[in-house]
C-alpha cells in the first residue's frame, strides 16, 4: 500500500504543477476540472481520513474557499 500511496502522492504533485488555476487549464471551468474532480474528491473522501489527513476543505487553507 506504501508504494501505490507513494505513486498517488507523486501524480498528485505532477497535476499540482499542470494546473494553471483558478481551474485545471485556466480562467475557465472545462472538461478537465470535470475529469479531475471525482478522482479528487474521493482522495479527500476515502484517502485523507485512513492515514489521518486533513482534507483541503477543512477551513485552514484560504485557496478552499476562494480566498
Known amino acids: ?8 502522492w507523486k501524480q498528485l504533485t505532477v497535476l499540482d504543477g ?3 488555476g483558478p481551474y ?4 475557465q471551468l472545462t ?3 470535470s475529469a479531475l474532480w471525482p ?3 474521493g482522495c479527500c473522501v476515502y484517502i485523507c ?9 477543512s477551513g ?8
Open 49 to 57: 481520513p485512513k492515514f489521518g489527513w486533513v482534507s483541503g476543505t
Open 39 to 41: 478522482t479528487l474528491s
Open 24 to 27: 485545471a487549464a485556466g480562467p
Open 18 to 20: 499542470l494546473v494553471v
Open 1 to 8: 500500500a506504501r508504494g501505490r500511496l507513494a505513486e498517488l
Open 60 to 67: 485552514t487553507d484560504p485557496r478552499a474557499h476562494g480566498g
Open 31 to 33: 472538461e478537465a476540472d
